[in-house]
């Protein structure tokens, strides 16, 4: 079989990736600005999306984000069907767009499509298309944003590596960039 060094990406970009992870890990310490979970009382609604390599999309049920109405999109009109791992389909049932913190403290726009699911996937190969670097290393797996320089950890839940968010509920979204915000630390 092939051994690593021998992957046929060019000399140079391995060091460019590898300098990239040298990067990333410096950057990565105790000290992150975490978000304070105690402080995430009563509307606060937790992600907890698996990372699915085999997802194309991310997916969540609707009934995740209850504060936010779904809405119809292009995949739901045009019938898409997703095919899940026991060999079942399940329909497209539109789309969501929410506002969420990350475990970091960063507020983010989380858009996902809709089925029947139990868990929130996140979808690695959508977080590649839209510019992340998805590193799976137990307990120091981490996403990095290629745009922004931004990193956020993957948790290793032993089963499944997961995206966890907090969603902000609509009445905290003028909070959010106050200093007294849950999310932030002087």
């Known amino acids: 079989g092939l051994r690593a060094t021998e992957v046929s990406y060019p000399k140079d970009k391995r060091i460019e990736f590898l300098r990239m992870l040298s990067q990333v890990r410096d950057h990565q310490s105790p000290t992150l600005n975490k978000v304070n979970e105690a402080n995430f009382e009563g509307k ?65 726009g989380y858009f996902s499509q809709m089925a029947d699911v139990t868990t929130p996937l996140q979808s690695v190969r959508h977080l590649y298309k839209s510019g992340h670097l998805v590193v799976f290393d137990g307990p120091d797996s981490f996403m990095y944003n290629k745009h922004t320089g931004e990193v956020n950890a993957i948790v290793d839940h032993g089963a499944n590596y997961i995206q966890e968010m907090w969603i902000i509920p609509p009445d905290e979204i003028g909070n959010v960039n106050n200093p007294g915000f849950p999310g932030q630390h002087p």
């Open 44 to 108: 606060w609604e937790r992600i907890r999306a698996i990372m699915d390599s085999g997802a194309t999309v991310p997916v969540m049920s609707p009934s995740t984000g209850r504060h936010y109405q779904g809405t119809e999109s292009e995949a739901s009109k045009a019938g898409v069907m997703y095919a899940c791992a026991n060999g079942d389909t399940i329909p497209n049932l539109g789309e969501k767009a929410m506002p969420v913190v990350t475990q970091e403290g960063t507020v983010r």
